[in-house]
């Protein structure tokens, strides 16, 4: 088991909350798909009108990276993103309590062969996906096809980090805090695919800028390093919901001579793929998250409410 932060007094009073919260959202496993979509966007359309904060992080971010829309465009746009990012907590339940069966008959794969020929390299596969707001059902169903490990963010929540933690690791191999680069290391070094995602902004340290949606954004090297130390090979996985709540997985053909040795360009061409499974299904991507918040020198913050 990865290393990871330890827990005390977690039914305390002040976690009760909590666990009605995480109570609530084991039920809805048991509501049609068509329910669960409606109740999401009923929540999500909630969160827009009463979360302030979140929701102008979200209109910042789709300004920026879709100013070739109109402004109803945008809104309506920013809406939808908060509709489908409650819509992702409660299909986390469906990624955590629902039966491999289920989730087959509402799952269509494509591209699986690239994974295989990655695998058959025997040198460990980086699998790359994004923040979308079917990450945790994606995984998921990704382990349908594959086994692999996966690299988290411990939460300040010491009973949703348990909670997360011990869900992940009944269907993944290991589960491993992003801090853990000898533990990432150990797992491509004998031939394990490990995912992760390498969209956020962790800062300037071991970042460079590269242009995400045309915009500069702090976006982490990591990625170029892993590959070169094992000499593994790249891959991304996009997955996305449809009209119809049916789900889509794609494994994307391994990178081509990639790293190189411009770490802007390496950050670049990794940013462009992420680009690539935004745009197929936009307003499921979280955008709720400060993706621009480190600047570069002399730019002002992207994220300041006026008063």
């Known amino acids: 088991m990865s290393r990871r932060r330890k ?13 009605a919260g995480i109570g609530l959202l084991r039920l809805t496993v048991f ?30 971010n789709i300004d920026h990276c879709f100013p070739g829309l109109d402004r ?13 990012n409650a819509i992702g907590l409660l ?6 309590w629902s039966s491999d069966e289920t989730l087959r008959r509402i799952t269509h794969f494509t591209g699986v062969e690239h994974l295989e020929a ?12 994004a923040h979308f707001t079917t990450l945790d059902i994606g995984g998921r169903l990704a382990r349908l096809c594959s086994d692999f490990d996966v690299i988290y963010r411990a939460s300040k929540n010491p009973v949703m980090d348990r909670l997360i933690c ?98 802007v360009e390496n950050a670049t061409r990794i940013n462009r793929e992420i680009e690539r499974g935004v745009l197929r299904c936009p307003t499921q991507y979280m955008w709720v998250h400060r993706r621009f918040k480190t600047r570069p020198e002399g730019e002002p913050p992207f994220y300041q409410m006026k008063p």
């Not at 340290?205 to 790249?234: D, E, Q, Y």
């Open 7 to 19: 827990h005390h007094s977690i039914v305390h009073p002040v976690y009760w909350p909590t666990w």
């Open 31 to 60: 509501l049609p798909q068509s329910l669960r979509l409606a109740l999401g966007r009923t929540l999500g359309t909630l969160i827009h009108r009463l979360a302030k904060a979140r929701r102008h992080i979200t209109e910042v």
């Open 72 to 84: 109803p465009a945008r809104q309506a746009m920013v809406k939808e993103t908060l509709q489908e």
């Open 91 to 96: 299909e986390t339940a469906m990624a955590w």
């Open 118 to 129: 990655a695998k058959a390299e025997g040198r460990g596969v980086l699998m790359l996906g």
């Open 166 to 263: 011990r869900n992940r690791e009944k269907f993944f191999g290991h589960v491993i805090e992003r801090s853990d680069i000898r533990q990432i290391l150990r797992c491509l070094k004998s031939g394990r695919i490990v995912w992760y995602a390498p969209d956020q902004d962790y800062g300037r340290k071991h970042s460079v800028f590269a242009p995400f949606f045309g915009v500069p954004a702090a976006s982490i090297t990591a990625t170029a390093r892993l590959a070169r130390m094992n000499r593994s090979p790249v891959l991304f996985i996009r997955h996305c919901r449809d009209a119809n709540g049916h789900y889509h997985v794609d494994f994307s053909p391994v990178l081509a001579d990639y790293p190189g040795d411009d770490e």
